[in-house]
């Protein structure tokens, strides 16, 4: 049964406009772009005209006008990556993280790695930030520094035992610096391959390649960590096999003493003293296994944990999910304490250090880094998995209309088009309509990856 909500629970207004949008002319043709866009929350809408003729004779083989749409206007997905913005669309997101990430683990010929991927030691590590001071916490067995054995949901986890003493500057400077501290270890990983294997760097850069692929996500603190897959290969890539020299062991000390080397100077500023950023002292690296040989790390897991991730910010520890103008609107918008405090550090120190751009990133608590990367040969592309997808909706929409492959060398058509922004939202109606079909889509997908693994899994054992 679908998780769908039910009218009983509207509010006289959203169910006024449910019942007239399912009354108005066109609603079915407005169900279809809804699930078009997977139920996106904050679709686009578009206005326009295209037109498909023969190139020869200039007869038009199809033609289509947004002036026959509901409204008036096309809706298209928003795209945005952020789960607490657009449920839909940051589920599409994450499904192509996991694809980018597994590919790169399992091996997919269509996106650009081999099978044999899986014989490349590659690990999963974690880095994370430095303390700035005692927070609430969950020691194993032991109760927090406070005396309290917290609750897995305790509100007060990774909140400062003492906000007078809590080093907020320090917090928001390291999560701004926290992309340069990330590339200054992969230039340190580099270094300290190549002195492992008793070579020189242009040696090391000649005999293999490092790939990754890596995600940023919030501690409950609010300081930024990155889990990274790591993997060797040789120097043309994923296609071929790295040296014997290039071992699991030799990978996990070099990204040890890299993680340790990294540091970055800030200089002092107003009231600030000079500060040099580095790693916290939890770093976590651990070899990734194959599916089904007994390791607690496996690819799936691996995969899976990085797209959950992928869609989430700043705003799973209290803050707001948008940009925050001053201090004020922090009351108003009712932000906890503990991450009050990190926004309000951000637009302090803004005057002091302009170049860091800290107010325009006061509510992503200084992180100004992308969340998702990685290098140039790990594996595919986002942007080739949309193209995928998007090529494949296209061959759909040219078969259902009975118009040839503009890719055909013997195609003869052209296409003319026009289009113009012309808002982007729900009304309340739709907006309902929209939840819904997202989570029938979504309760749909999840039943058949289910059927997929049984099968998967049956097929595995009789094997």
């Not at 996991?98 to 999963?124: E, M, N, Q, S």
């Not at 071929?240 to 970055?264: F, H």
């Not at 969340?371 to 995928?388: D, E, I, N, P």
């Not at 012309?422 to 997202?438: D, F, K, Q, V, Y």
Request: aromatic share 6%.
């Amino acid at each position: 049964m679908t998780d769908t909500v039910t009218m009983a629970g509207l509010d006289p207004a959203t169910l006024a406009d449910v019942l007239r949008v399912a009354g108005a002319p066109g609603f079915d043709r407005l169900n279809e772009q809804l699930r078009r866009t997977g139920g996106c929350s904050d679709p686009i809408h578009l206005r326009g005209a295209t037109v498909t003729r023969d190139r020869v004779t200039g007869q038009v083989l199809h033609s289509y006008d947004t002036d026959h749409e509901p409204g008036g206007m096309l809706r298209v997905a928003c795209g945005n990556r952020r789960a607490s913005r657009c449920p839909a669309c940051a589920w599409t997101y994450a499904g192509d993280t996991y694809h980018l990430i597994r590919a790169g683990l399992v091996g997919d010929p269509a996106k650009g790695t081999p099978h044999t991927i899986r014989d490349h030691p590659r690990v999963f590590a974690t880095l994370t930030a430095p303390s700035f001071g005692p927070v609430h916490n969950r020691p194993g067995n032991r109760p927090c520094r406070c005396g309290t054995r917290h609750g897995e949901d305790a509100p007060e986890l990774g909140t400062p035992l003492n906000p007078a003493t809590y080093d907020y500057a320090g917090a928001v400077l390291w999560n701004n610096h926290a992309s340069e501290l990330w590339r200054y270890f992969t230039i340190y990983l580099r270094r300290e391959i190549a002195k492992r294997a008793g070579l020189t760097q242009k040696d090391a850069r000649e005999q293999s390649r490092v790939s990754f692929g890596k995600v940023a996500e919030y501690q409950k603190r609010g300081a930024v960590h990155f889990h990274a897959v790591i993997r060797f290969d040789g120097p043309e890539g994923p296609d071929d096999l790295p040296p014997a020299w290039a071992t699991l062991d030799l990978l996990d000390g070099a990204i040890r003493a890299a993680a340790d080397r990294v540091a970055v100077d800030v200089p002092p500023a107003g009231d600030q003293p000079a500060r040099t950023l580095r790693w916290g002292t939890q770093l976590d690296v651990q070899p990734i296994g194959a599916f089904g040989h007994g390791e607690e790390i496996t690819e799936a897991a691996v995969a899976s944990y990085v797209a959950k991730y992928a869609t989430k910010a700043a705003e799973t520890t209290g803050t707001v999910d948008r940009r925050v103008g001053n201090k004020e609107a922090l009351v108003l918008l009712g932000v906890p304490d503990h991450p009050r405090r990190l926004i309000e550090a951000c637009m302090d120190l803004h005057p002091l250090y302009p170049e860091r751009k800290l107010l325009a990133w006061a509510h992503m608590l200084g992180f100004r880094g992308h969340f998702s990367t990685k290098s140039r040969r790990y594996s595919t592309t986002l942007g080739a998995l949309r193209q995928v997808r998007a090529d494949y909706r296209a061959a759909q929409q040219r078969e259902a209309l009975g118009l040839p492959d503009p890719d055909d060398e013997e195609a003869t058509t052209l296409t003319l088009a026009h289009w113009a922004y012309a808002g982007h939202g729900h009304t309340p109606g739709e907006s309902w309509l929209a939840a819904n079909i997202r989570r029938d889509i979504q309760h749909n997908r999840e039943i058949a990856r289910e059927a997929l693994q049984d099968q998967l899994d049956t097929e595995e054992q009789a094997a």
